[in-house]
């Protein structure tokens, strides 16, 4: 295991030169919707068969295929993977299966294995927890096709299938463990009529677990009574199912069954990707729109009455009421735009946070385009990981920008806090989550190589991306203020219960919030119960929904805020709409109690952690959504007045 765990280290510390070689590979694949180029099968072709991890939604802990006692090939092979597919814990190696095109098979014996008491107990924990096995023939991944009791619901496909399971001999309370030895493939093809060459357009799977039986002594060439192609005896169901105990005898077989098929290869993924329950996403739509609009009338009415009793200069049908209500914003002229306190700080999230916008904009749109499809394996993750690098470049700008016009000097001091803030909690966050990974033996635990190139992007590409802009942006002209700064700043007078810090910014959060609560849903179930997300077209919508409601939002609390003569509304306006993220790590707890099924501390501490990166993440790119929009807001008034 060392010499393999090495060779992985290699492999992946020799894509770190190439990683920028590798990007624009990845972007040409692309081209290719969904992900690869098609290939093309004459009759008797050699198919590979190659096997992923074992995943469990129970531990969210993927382990590699050869981590359980199954059949070995003469020499395993690694396949080449790219940094989102090591990152999510993928593990692509050879098997022992052999596939010919529409050559079919029937109980193919694969190896006998006699199982000692450690191994197991690996199978019954594995079984216990309810693991999957992964494979992959052609790009496409094995999948169990599960057919509704209603007839016209379409096929359900669950990714892989289960490693064995519980149960008891009918007579008996005990309960034992199965294991499914016998595998009942599918391979769906798509025949051209001229060449007669075809493509692979399905890959489906029927486990079962079955006692073999057979006469005389075990050789590679014995025959089974329990499962003959010669007499045409197959296995059609688990009755007398395989046990899993210490001094048994298990084995492997497995048939081959080819179909043709009408549907074409460009439409290959379109069952794996079916979306059943598209009403629900345009509800969080509809109920998205909804908040928008209410926002949107409320901003509307204050901009129209702020501005336009401004330029008209307090006419005399206004009544004094009203006007004491308008001089109140009006009175804090001269300290609205006084630098905060932790101004520096200030600038370093509001550069984090647009490197973060840039970050998911552009993945989005590549989303949205089909260049990250789902057969793409870890191409979401690999974009997002250079297009965050790539965007430091704005994060420098941005923040050095804003730390000019607070009158600040030390430019390098902002660049170096913004390049490495952010990124050195989540790196922290992020190898502690990884060591416990390491703890547990599992295949998701980020070899060294790879920590290492992940630094490397850190250090190499984003750091002095963050300098350059950085550099750029203090060059740029300070921007002015549209009124002077008193030397004296202004008492701020007893608020309200209800304008209080605490209370205004909690409330912020929760519209940004509940403007995406409903996708966030769709999301969690892809990331945690190991399904496919590719509703890109609906996120994109919920996102541009999130933004205006962020900026929303902030407006219509900035104004209210700065009515009672309260200034200070610089970090208010981050944290106003930054704290839905709050909410969303209250949802990600709710939904852990309510629909995930993880016992384990370790499975807990992993899902806690990587929801606490997800969180600071969705609080920097909404808090800076709305530190922008208070920002131009506070400029535009305050530029429309004549401050006498």
Not at 517 to 545: K, M, P, R
């Amino acid at each position: 295991m060392e010499s393999r765990s090495r060779s992985k280290d290699k492999s992946t510390t020799s894509m770190i030169s190439a990683v920028l070689f590798l990007f624009l590979i990845h972007g040409a694949h692309c081209f290719y919707l969904p992900g690869v180029a098609p290939e093309d099968f004459q009759k008797g072709d050699p198919l590979k068969v190659k096997v992923n991890k074992l995943t469990s939604i129970k531990t969210q802990l993927p382990y590699s295929y050869y981590s359980l006692p199954f059949c070995l090939p003469k020499k395993i092979v690694d396949s080449a993977e790219n940094l989102g597919e090591v990152l999510r814990g993928d593990r692509i190696e050879n098997s022992r299966f052999v596939f010919k095109m529409r050559e079919p098979q029937m109980c193919a014996v694969l190896c006998q294995i006699t199982l000692d008491a450690k191994t197991a107990k690996h199978f019954k924990e594995k079984i216990d927890d309810e693991y999957r096995v992964n494979m992959i023939l052609d790009n496409l991944p094995l999948v169990v096709p599960i057919r509704r009791l209603d007839q016209e619901a379409p096929t359900v496909y669950q990714l892989g299938y289960h490693i064995g399971l519980k149960g008891q001999y009918s007579g008996s309370k005990e309960e034992k463990y199965f294991v499914h030895n016998h595998l009942a493939f599918t391979v769906k093809y798509h025949r051209d009529q001229q060449t007669d060459s075809a493509r692979i357009v399905g890959f489906e799977v029927k486990p079962y677990s079955v006692r073999h039986e057979y006469e005389g002594k075990w050789s590679e060439k014995t025959r089974l009574t329990t499962c003959d192609p010669h007499t045409k005896r197959t296995v059609v169901n688990s009755n007398t199912p395989q046990e899993v105990e210490a001094g048994k005898d298990i084995i492997f077989t497995y048939d081959v069954e080819y179909q043709e098929s009408e549907v074409k290869w460009a439409s290959r993924w379109d069952a794996y990707l079916l979306m059943s329950d598209d009403q629900i996403h345009w509800f969080s739509i509809v109920n998205s729109l909804m908040i928008v609009l209410f926002l949107s009338g409320m901003v509307a009415m204050i901009m129209l009455r702020t501005l336009y009793r401004d330029i008209s200069k307090y006419n005399e049908l206004e009544t004094q009421e009203e006007a004491q209500e308008e001089t109140g914003w009006k009175l804090v002229h001269g300290d609205v735009f006084r630098p905060p306190s932790n101004s520096d700080l200030l600038c370093v999230y509001v550069g984090t946070g647009v490197q973060f916008l840039g970050m998911v904009l552009v993945t989005m749109i590549f989303a949205i385009l089909g260049f990250l499809s789902p057969s793409n394996r870890g191409g979401l993750m690999t974009a997002m990981l250079l297009l965050w690098v790539f965007m430091g470049i704005f994060a420098g700008y941005a923040s050095t920008r804003l730390y000019k016009m607070f009158k600040g000097a030390e430019w390098k001091k902002i660049a170096l806090r913004t390049a490495f803030m952010f990124p050195a909690i989540v790196f922290a966050i992020f190898f502690v989550l990884n060591a416990l990974i390491w703890g547990q033996e599992s295949s998701g635990a980020v070899p060294f190589g790879t920590m290492f190139a992940l630094v490397l992007l850190w250090f190499g590409i984003s750091v002095p991306l963050v300098f350059v802009g950085g550099y750029v942006g203090f060059k740029k002209p300070a921007i002015e203020d549209p009124v002077k700064t008193n030397k004296i700043p202004r008492q701020i007078p007893e608020q309200a219960w209800y304008m209080n810090p605490i209370f205004s910014i909690l409330i912020g959060g929760i519209l940004p919030f509940g403007a995406v609560f409903i996708e966030l849903f769709f999301i969690l179930t892809s990331i945690w119960l190991n399904q496919f997300y590719y509703i890109f077209g609906f996120l994109f919508l919920v996102f541009i929904i999130l933004l205006i409601t962020c900026a929303e939002i902030t407006i219509v609390l900035c104004y209210f805020q700065l009515c009672s003569e309260d200034y200070l509304w610089w970090w208010r306006s981050y944290l106003t709409s930054g704290s839905s993220a709050l909410y969303l790590f209250l949802y990600a707890t709710f939904y852990f109690f309510t629909k995930l099924e993880i016992t384990k501390l370790v499975s807990g501490l992993l899902y806690f952690g990587y929801m606490l990166i997800a969180s600071y993440a969705f609080f920097v790119l909404t808090g800076t959504i709305g530190f922008y929009a208070c920002f131009w807001f506070t400029r535009l008034i305050y530029s429309s007045v004549k401050i006498d």
